[in-house]
């Protein structure tokens, strides 16, 4: 019979049990008591066909928690994948923050989640849609956390507005869909009302929410903050995570087919590139800037709708973020993870931007409802890796054994030989800054909205100037698109449309005219837009690597492919620190000419090619005849060429690529060293031949 077991004190059993003799057991299947379970396959019953009886506990214990394994999703951010990892401060900012964390070599742990918005946790990776970025920093100062979103501007600019853009952008009150996209009545219904959201919606609509992979996007903490140094001196921050791959994002057509092709693409992506050891890294950047340079801007440094031009602040680095380890259990460090913006150590503050003062509050009281107690700050991913101690007692789920009296303070318990617990530390904790503008917090109590806010569309405007042709096709046709989506409320598309003319005449036609409405009147503006000069850094295309690091090659391959060129391309892909992937008409492989047999990755029909950034067609001329009648084969070829990726192809492939349409461009080439070139990057230059855009 089976050993009866105790946990080890503090365990959480997936670590090692004992038994009474000491024997270790972790393979030992037990209750939640610690009781051996003997048969996991059947319950307790009178008679083998008879009823099964209450007496089960293992029955009922096992069947209990089941029903209790869900806990509330997240009301926003619900879809999410997560990681380990360090940040590792790489220049001396001691002149700006005294925060430990930013001592230059420091090392400190982190854990980051990025998430898509709207959809719930079920839904797909791949929708049009803003990804959250938050990092969680264990610094040895306690925790800071960073909740940012990979734009540097939001739809809002003051917290009181949040639960009504969530409602309208999620899926509607009574029909339930649709799930995880803004394309619908009552989020553009909403927005088009919502002047404001005018520069978030120029982002949302380009490729910026469509990204290749998490791997490939920035992230921004939004906000305007404060770093405070050792001398009490205080400046602005922007706090900026640039890609160490660059950007890459997806084009529409081949984001809705990878919702098809595979709901998991971002998060297999990042779970496969960390366990292979291609660690994700991104560079942490600041802008910073003070009360004189504040006070000089068209815009307001406290508006979450603005954002501050590289080009005037230039984003100077000051760190790396490496995720090197994909975590042991989703639920309980993915889902359980718990963000707060007020999470902040000595050295870093908060600014009085009222969208950030909202946000202090909500994340704590959310965890309460998700995680069910005011002590989910004791689950392991969320407790601080320095000691924390304080007199807040008791509550569900207390894990901590707090010891002696001393409860409450003051209280003089020490002087009694007691334990008095902690006290306050004035020369090192956390001391609250003025802002730099030394803005006083006193004032008459208002509901008012500063008219330094009041500029709606000269960022928005900025934002597309600095896009390349191609991005600001992407962009009227995204608008064209989502709001052909609105149906009841046949004033919204031409609302939205006058809120364009505010931000540029050409993108206001473009769009009108792919809707098929008379240009509109333009909106009045609630204070007029200025032009700024275009900044490069706000184009994705201005800011890709030609690499294939990280990037995915597909191989398609058939009966007879050259084992010879089939090597080279593979051993070639591998050296530009690319991923081959073989595809084949069966997974079991394709017999190489070299009478090999070649097992495939993937199954031509479930591996089409949306999931790769490149493919090669290393095929023979029989195999070439093969796939002809093929429509997975053609399609792969047909839509690689669509989506404006690299082809490579034996000369014995002609026939594939001239039935799926593909027409030479630098694009197409052989299996050589061009091929590799040309696997780095896209060809936007081919997009106008393929589709009509707005
Ligand atoms: Fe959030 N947000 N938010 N948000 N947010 C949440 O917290 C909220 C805002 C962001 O991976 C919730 O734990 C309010 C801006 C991210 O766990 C909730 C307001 C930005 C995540 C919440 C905002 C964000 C959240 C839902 C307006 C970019 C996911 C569950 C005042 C800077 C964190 C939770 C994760 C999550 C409230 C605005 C980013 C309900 C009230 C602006 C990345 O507390």
Redesign the pocket.
């Known amino acids: 019979m089976a050993q009866p077991t105790k946990k080890t004190p503090g365990s959480n059993g997936g670590e090692t049990h004992q038994t009474v003799d000491g024997r270790a057991s972790a393979e030992m299947l037990t209750t939640n008591q610690g009781i051996a379970v003997s048969d996991n396959q059947n319950s307790l019953r009178s008679g083998a066909r008879g009823p099964t009886l209450l007496e089960d506990f293992v029955l009922r214990e096992k069947i209990f928690h089941f029903d209790h394994e869900r806990i509330p999703e997240?009301?926003?951010?619900?879809r999410?994948s997560?990681a380990h990892g360090y940040f590792e401060a790489t220049a001396d900012i001691s002149d700006l923050t005294k925060a430990a964390l930013f001592r230059k070599g420091e090392r400190t742990e982190t854990f980051v989640?990025?998430?898509t918005?709207a959809g719930g946790a079920g839904s797909v990776d791949t929708p049009r849609d803003v990804r959250?970025?938050?990092v969680k920093f264990y610094t040895t100062e306690g925790n800071w956390d960073l909740?940012?979103?990979n734009i540097p501007v939001?739809f809002?600019q003051d917290?009181i507005k949040?639960?009504d853009l969530v409602h309208a952008v999620k899926m509607e009150a009574d029909r339930g869909y649709p799930q995880a996209g803004s394309a619908h009545d009552t989020f553009w219904d909403w927005a088009s009302l919502m002047p404001e959201t005018t520069h978030m919606l120029m982002w949302a609509m380009s490729d910026r929410t469509l990204p290749r992979s998490l791997r490939t996007m920035e992230g921004?903490?939004?906000?305007t903050f404060v770093l405070v140094n050792e001398a009490g001196e205080s400046h602005f921050v922007k706090f900026h995570w640039k890609p160490k791959l660059g950007l890459q994002s997806t084009i529409w057509d081949e984001a809705l087919k990878l919702q098809a092709a595979d709901n998991d693409y971002h998060r297999r992506d990042l779970f496969e590139a960390i366990d292979s050891g291609n660690f994700p890294e991104w560079e942490l950047g600041i802008q910073v800037f003070d009360k004189a340079f504040a006070e000089a801007q068209p815009y307001d440094v406290l508006d979450?709708t603005k954002l501050i031009p590289e080009d005037d602040v230039p984003v100077r680095i000051i760190g790396r973020l490496v995720l090197d380890r994909n975590v042991d259990n989703f639920f309980a460090e993915t889902e359980q993870?718990?963000?707060?913006?007020a999470n902040i150590v000595p050295g870093i503050d908060f600014s009085n931007d009222p969208?950030?003062?909202?946000?202090l509050?909500?994340?704590l009281?959310?965890?309460k409802s998700?995680l069910g107690t005011a002590n989910f700050h004791q689950i392991p991913v969320n407790a601080p890796r320095c000691p924390f101690q304080n007199f807040q007692r008791d509550g569900q789920m207390q894990m901590m054994v707090p010891k002696g009296r001393g409860n409450y303070e003051p209280n003089s318990l020490t002087d009694h030989g007691e334990e008095g617990g902690p006290r306050e530390t004035p020369a090192k904790g956390f001391a609250t800054t003025t802002e730099p503008t030394g803005e006083s917090e006193e004032g008459d109590k208002l509901r008012v909205r500063s008219e330094t806010f009041a500029d709606h569309y000269s960022q928005a405007r900025l934002f597309f100037i600095s896009q390349t042709e191609s991005e600001q096709a992407h962009i009227a046709s995204s608008f064209v698109f989502e709001l052909s989506k609105v149906g009841l409320l046949d004033q919204v598309p031409g609302r939205m449309v006058a809120n364009l003319r505010n931000v540029d005449e050409d993108l206001a036609k473009r769009v009108a005219e792919g809707l098929g409405i008379p240009l509109p009147k333009k909106a009045p503006a609630a204070r007029a837009p200025v032009d700024m000069p275009q900044s490069d850094a706000l184009s994705i295309h201005k800011n890709m690597h030609d690499t294939l690091e990280g990037r995915a090659v597909g191989i398609l391959i058939a009966d007879g492919t050259d084992a010879t060129e089939l090597d080279a391309v593979v051993a070639a892909v591998k050296k530009a620190k690319g991923k081959p992937v073989i595809v084949a008409p069966k997974v079991g492989g394709a017999k190489l000419s070299d009478g090999r047999v070649c097992k495939a990755d993937g199954q031509l029909a479930g591996s089409p090619s949306q999931i790769f950034d490149a493919v090669a067609l290393v095929l023979s001329e029989a195999g070439t005849a093969a796939l002809l009648k093929e429509g997975a084969a053609v399609q792969f070829v047909m839509d690689a060429f669509g989506h404006l990726k690299a082809i490579g192809a034996s000369s014995a492939a002609r026939p594939l690529l001239d039935k799926a349409g593909v027409e030479p461009d630098d694009g197409v080439t052989g299996l050589d060293a061009k091929f590799l070139k040309a696997a780095s990057r896209r060809f936007y230059a081919r997009e106008p031949k393929l589709r009509t855009l707005a």
């Not at 997240?74 to 619900?78: E, K």
């Not at 921004?220 to 906000?223: E, K, M, W």
């Not at 969208?355 to 946000?359: A, D, E, F, P, T």
């Open positions: 997240r009301i926003v951010h619900a999410g997560g989640r990025f998430s918005v959250g970025f938050a909740v940012g979103n939001f809002i917290a949040f639960p921004f903490g939004i906000h979450p993870v718990a963000f707060c913006p969208l950030l003062q909202g946000r509050f909500s994340y009281d959310t965890q998700r």
